[in-house]
């Protein structure tokens, strides 16, 4: 919890936040979390993910773990 990751599919690209439940989100926006089958599941709470990418089963998405980088010392 409180990672970032960048989706992408096809020419679209966005961050989604790593947390534990649909309701650490607004509805409407994207999470990601480990379902109870130990599986990442990318999702919109109370929305649907596969239509709003445009996806099917088997297609393939991009993802990667955005690193922030670190506060510079003074």
Avoid: C, H
């Avoid at 607004?26 to 599986?39: C, P, S, Y």
């Avoid at 297609?59 to 773990?65: H, N, P, S, V, Y």
């Amino acid at each position: 919890k409180g990672d970032t990751l960048r989706v992408s599919f096809g020419d679209q690209q966005f961050s989604v936040p790593l947390a534990e439940t649909y309701g650490d989100v607004d509805k409407g926006e994207w999470v990601a979390f480990i379902n109870w089958e130990e599986k990442l599941r990318i999702a919109r709470n109370a929305d649907n993910a596969a239509r709003t990418l445009g996806v099917s089963e088997g297609d393939q998405i991009g993802l990667q773990k955005q690193v922030t980088p670190a506060a510079m010392p003074e």
